[in-house]
């Protein structure tokens, strides 16, 4: 029996910005949207799948910024990421619905919208248009991208299975 061949997702995932923007405009001279996304994606569940599935039906392609573990520290504290940036982006380009992914540095995802001008941009619906950083917002608007907030699925959050681990833990 002949093995199946394994594709690594490591092809995409960009190591730079300039990479990532090579290829949104090959997309674009190919006629396609591109929808961007952006997070921690720290402990990926159900909620981010879902979450990820929704972002990627507002384009043709979806890029996921990562924030890197210097990033994550800095929005969530010492004890994360639990996972380390390298297979956050792997993991997430290894799902179906993403095509893309870019670790960036900042706790904000300004410049790589900036570069990038993207057609769409998925939010958590946790945000509302009022709600987003200022400077992100002000990029959206310069460059007209359609912004979709996506609902959270009750009960699915990387923090409530940080808890349960850690109730599990005490029991234990």
């Known amino acids: ?16 910005l300039d990479q990532a923007v090579q290829w949104r405009n090959s997309l674009k001279q190919k ?12 402990i990926l569940h159900r909620g981010h799948a879902e979450y990820l599935l929704a972002a990627r039906r507002t384009a043709d392609a979806l890029l996921v910024l990562v924030n890197s573990d ?4 800095s929005l969530k504290g010492p004890d994360r990421p ?6 956050r982006a792997y993991l997430l380009a290894s799902m ?5 992914v870019l670790v ?3 706790p904000r995802c300004t410049a790589e919208l900036d570069a990038l001008q993207p057609d769409a941009y998925a939010k958590g619906g946790d945000y509302t248009f009022e709600t987003l ?8 608007i310069k460059h007209n991208i359609k912004v979709h907030f996506i609902p959270f699925v009750p009960d699915h959050s990387t923090t409530l299975i940080l808890q349960k681990a850690a109730c599990r833990g005490k029991k234990a």
């Open 104 to 106: 960036f540095d900042s």
């Open 31 to 42: 006629g396609l949207r591109l929808a961007v996304t952006n997070g921690c994606f720290d």
């Open 96 to 100: 179906r619905c993403v095509d893309a």
């Open 70 to 73: 210097a990033s994550v520290r």
């Open 1 to 16: 029996m002949t093995q199946p061949t394994i594709i690594s997702p490591e092809t995409g995932i960009f190591k730079t």
């Open 133 to 140: 950083n200022e400077q992100e917002r002000a990029v959206l």
């Open 82 to 87: 639990v996972n380390c940036e390298y297979d």
